[in-house]
């Protein structure tokens, strides 16, 4: 097998051009992946949660001959909720599809609400091994991330800003270089530091005296 030159080996696998190897799970860099939260965060994710579409109880009615007559004689539905969907959903071929044009579309189980299409997209860090392509939109990153949208979060919960240390490409490049001279790969932003010292810090211990520069987040940015 020929490992491409370009390729950068990470701790969660690998990265080739825009291509992400992560945990198992390949995706395009260039494009919005699923975005993951704990379902307690978003202040207001409880009353989409109660128009949602309860997969435990439509299986349940599916098979459920008293359900077919009047599911409100049915004893034996879920009384509590199981996996939930919100926003927006619409049938294909039998089976629940994220509706594009909507605001949003998402997966609430029992402890984390998963964001597979929304109109409002961050940038934040890949998740762990528990969700393989997938980013963590608690902690600020460089991946391109679906979101829910910011009013569902309660005004008083927003990130903090953070700084991130921008480098170009480099004809003499360190290992957290561009590999690309041209086309959207040629500038990478590596790290999420809480103040200004730390993204300075980093640099000037990792890209040998070599330019770069500094961005801040803010709420603004999301």
Known sequence: MTIPANRVYTSFG?????????????????LAITGVVTSNKPEWLHDDIADGIDLDYDEHIADCEVCADD???????????????IGGWKLVDGQYTPDTDSEYSAIVGEMYCQVVHSKRTVR??????????????DTPGEYLAFDLPLDMYG????????????IPWSDSP????????TGPFATLTRGAFATEEQAHEWARAHLSSQPYT???????DY
Not at 71 to 83: K, V
Not at 127 to 135: D, I, K, V
Not at 174 to 181: D, E, L, V
Not at 214 to 220: I, Q, S, V, Y
């Open 14 to 30: 690998h990265i080739t051009g825009s291509s992400v190897y992560h945990y198992g799970s390949t995706f395009d860099r260039t």
């Open 124 to 137: 934040r860090a890949l998740c762990s091994p528990c969700f393989p392509g997938q980013a963590d939109l």
């Open 155 to 166: 005004a008083d919960d927003t990130l903090d800003p953070y700084f991130t240390v921008v």
């Open 214 to 220: 500094l961005r801040r987040f803010t709420l603004a």
């Open 71 to 85: 599911p409100d004689d049915c004893s034996e539905a879920p009384i509590e909720r199981g996996t939930t969907l």
């Open 174 to 181: 360190t290992s957290w270089h561009p590999t690309q001279k």
